[in-house]
């Protein structure tokens, strides 16, 4: 049996100065009805303590502002563009020591001409490790700072990022040769990155 409030008659409402009855009650005016009906209702003053975080893995933790500053300063563009250079500087100064250690005018003991000093040797070693590390320091920052400006104006991180970045990068570097070395850079950058990127998505 449902227990319902009687509805007002309109006979019974107060006239002129006569004030209506008082009732303690929120939904009803039922004492009993009215502990039920905030029972299952609840109250409209939530707590903020009382945020239930759905836990996938291990304990949830809500983040401090110090926090949600530092790893927005690691996500920022500026952060990634440094972390690009400084580490393409490293893979292009190995690349450059790989290379000068297996030119034929030092490796090849028989040659004609004046054999270099190991002082040479190492003058030339030291100047193609830093110009590979040079170049692949530039095309990692530049590659970098474009993708990280293209996925932040998109609102998506996908391939396309990266065939974009990988165009207005291999241009830039082929326009210093010319409008078709440009175009072509551009080209070839693109597709380079796209293969990349799909990789490390896909693999």
């Known amino acids: 049996m449902i227990v319902l409030p009687k509805p ?8 002129g100065d006569q004030q209506p009855p008082s009732t303690s009650g929120i939904f009803f005016p039922n004492a009993d009805l009215d502990e039920v009906a905030r029972h299952f209702i609840g109250n409209n003053f939530g707590f903020r303590e009382n945020i239930i975080i759905p836990k996938m893995y291990g304990v949830v933790q ?30 292009g100064a190995a690349i450059g020591l790989f290379s000068s250690s297996v030119n034929p005018n030092i490796a090849d003991p ?15 070693m030291r100047a193609a490790t830093h110009s590979y590390g040079k170049n692949f320091a530039v095309i990692g920052a530049v590659f970098a700072a474009v993708e990280c400006v293209i996925e932040s104006k998109r609102g998506v991180s996908d391939w396309r990022n990266g065939t974009y970045a990988g165009a207005v990068t291999g241009g830039l570097i082929g326009l210093r040769a010319g409008v ?5 850079g551009a080209a070839g950058f693109a597709a380079f990155s796209t293969v990349i990127d799909y990789y490390m998505r896909h693999r």
Not at 65 to 74: I, P, R, T
């Open 8 to 15: 007002p008659n309109p006979e019974d409402q107060p006239s």
């Open 62 to 91: 809500i983040k401090t502002n110090e926090e949600k500053l530092v790893e927005a300063a690691f996500e920022s563009c500026a952060f990634k563009s440094l972390m690009s250079c400084v580490m393409g500087y490293g893979l």
């Open 110 to 124: 028989l040659a004609a001409e004046k054999q270099q000093t190991a002082r040479e040797i190492f003058r030339e």
């Open 180 to 184: 078709k070395a440009g175009i072509v």
